[in-house]
C-alpha cells in the first residue's frame, strides 16, 4: 500500500515568515494529494489539494506543489499567523484505491 | 463547519464494554469512512462504506464493526473495549467511491476506556 513519509514532525516560526512542510510518497500510481490542518479538539479539516496533472496550486497565503518525478508534495505557508498554529497532515490516494493515506503529522506553531 | 456529522463528541466506558459511534455524512455523499487517531498511531483508515456496501477496509480489528445504512448515516460498533482503544474516532465522507474524491471529515467521537 501507499507509504507517505512527512517532515518535520514540528515546525516553530516567526509570525510573518514562511513554513514549508514536505511529504514523500511510495506509489507512483497516486494521483491526489490533500493537505488537512488539524486544531486542537477538532477534525483534520481541508485546507488545500493537488491533483497529478498539476504540477502546483496557490489559495491565498497556502501553496501546494508536486513533483510526481522525484515523488513528493510540499505545503508552503506564507506571511504565517498565530492561527496558523496547528497540526498539518498530508495524504495520497493511489489511482483505483478509496483510503487516504497520511503522513504522521507537523506541529506547527507561530510566534508572536 | 465540514457538514460531516459525528456523535457522541465525548464517551467513557469501562473495558469489556461495547458502544456505538454515529456519522451522519455531508448532504449528497455516498462515501463513508471511518479513521481512529491515537497518539502513537497518527490517523489510521479503518474501514469504507459506498452506498451501503462495505468498498475498502484497513486496520480494523474484528472487535469492530461497521456499516451504513439506507439513509446513509453509519455506525461503527467497537466491542470487547480495551484500555488501548481509546483514541479519537473520525467519520468523513466524499461524494463518490473513487480515487479522487475530496473527503470530508466530522470533528471526532472521543473514546475513553477505563
Known amino acids: 500500500g501507499e507509504n507517505v513519509e512527512q517532515h518535520p514532525s514540528t515546525l516553530s516560526v516567526q509570525e510573518g515568515d514562511s513554513a514549508v512542510i514536505k511529504c514523500t510518497y511510495s506509489?507512483?500510481?497516486?494521483?491526489?494529494f490533500p493537505w488537512y490542518k488539524q486544531e486542537l479538539g477538532k477534525g483534520p479539516q481541508l485546507i488545500i489539494d493537488?491533483?497529478?496533472?498539476?504540477g502546483e496550486k496557490k489559495d491565498q497565503r497556502i501553496a501546494v506543489t508536486l513533483n510526481k518525478t522525484a515523488k513528493h508534495f510540499s505545503l508552503h505557508i506564507t506571511e504565517t499567523q498565530p492561527e496558523d498554529s496547528a497540526v498539518y497532515f498530508c495524504?495520497?490516494?493511489?489511482?483505483?484505491?478509496?483510503?487516504?493515506?497520511f503522513g504522521a503529522g507537523t506541529t506547527v506553531t507561530v510566534r508572536a | 463547519d465540514s457538514g460531516v456529522t459525528q456523535t457522541p463528541k465525548h464517551l467513557i466506558t469501562a473495558t469489556g464494554q461495547r458502544v456505538t459511534l454515529r456519522c451522519s455524512p455531508r448532504?449528497?455523499?455516498?462515501?463513508v469512512y471511518w479513521y481512529q487517531q491515537s497518539l502513537d498511531q497518527g490517523l489510521q483508515f479503518l474501514i469504507q462504506?459506498?452506498?451501503?456496501?462495505?468498498?475498502a477496509k484497513g486496520n480494523i480489528l474484528e472487535r469492530f464493526s461497521a456499516q451504513q445504512f439506507p439513509d446513509l448515516h453509519s455506525e461503527l460498533n467497537l466491542s470487547s473495549l480495551e484500555l488501548g482503544d481509546s483514541a479519537l474516532y473520525f467519520c468523513?465522507?466524499?461524494?463518490?467511491?473513487?480515487?479522487?474524491?475530496?473527503?470530508?471529515f466530522g470533528e471526532g467521537s472521543w473514546l475513553t476506556v477505563v
Open positions: 495524504a495520497a490516494i493511489p489511482w483505483g484505491d478509496y483510503k487516504l493515506s
Open positions: 468523513a465522507s466524499s461524494p463518490g467511491r473513487s480515487s479522487g474524491n475530496t473527503i470530508y
Open positions: 462504506y459506498y452506498n451501503g456496501e462495505e468498498r
Open positions: 448532504s449528497g455523499d455516498l462515501s
Open positions: 506509489d507512483s500510481a497516486s494521483n491526489y
Open positions: 493537488i491533483r497529478s496533472n498539476v
